[in-house]
């Protein structure tokens, strides 16, 4: 009786054994077959690749800079955005990142900063202060003609100009716009931006009936307390993202940590980035509330 289980449960085993040795043997055959058609396959693909690619004309030497500039002749004014203090433009609104020096000229750090600038082919955003403008003109029509944009950052870096009368805070701004254009006739300057980020509604409202955009930032590296190169270039290059508006500034006291620093920022963050000057437009005006439709570029 035992013999015959055992026979069974040999057979059945044996069985077993059979079945699975086929169907692993099946289970493999088409990935060989698959194998040898791929291998097959992928010569005639090759082969068929120069004649199909043939027409097109050559991508490589497409660089990658050469991609759509946000700013220059015939380009739009910046999307709408209004994130900052008071409404103030707080990113580009593009993909895009701006960098932007204030509190300049300074006849030592501005011919500096405009250097190594120059030196990497990257456009910023220059944020002057009036009595600088009036005793560098000479740099500001520099900074012009390197293809930089202008933006006017007070007459005398009043941290208060926000909460005097809008009749006051007009006189400064006009004032001021007045010496950069003095300075670099034809210049546009379609960009405030508040001495100490000190924004109010009033300063808000004027620099845009002015035709100016209220500029913020969105990275500020603490820089004016001169944290030292290599704090400055780890904030700047690690808190940059897509859109971002940089603060800097070659001004102001001694910036030589900026310049520095500089060296480290132009290469990381081109490699990464569309590095642009802000485009000497202004946002599309609002057409409600008490503000008046501005003409593009108006000043
Ligand atoms: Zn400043």
Redo the contacts with the bound molecule.
Sequence with gaps: MSNVRTVAIVAGVIAAIVASAYLVGHHLAPDTARERTARTVAPATGAARPVAAAPKPPIAPAPPMAAQPITGPGRPPLPAERGGPFGSRRTTGTTGVALTF??GPDPSQTPQALAMLRRYGVKATF?LVGVNVRAFPGLVRQIAADGHTLCN?SWE?DVRLGVRTRAGIRTDLLRTNQAIRDAAPGARVSYYRQ??GAWTASIVAVSRELGMTPLHWTVDPQDWRKPGAGSIASTVNSGTTRGAIVLL?DA?GDRHGTISALRSILPNLGRRFQLCALPPGIDPPRMHGREWPLKLGQI
Excluded: I, V
Aim: proline residues 11%; glycine residues 22%.
């Design positions: 204030d509190d944020c950052h870096h001495p100490g500034h102001g």
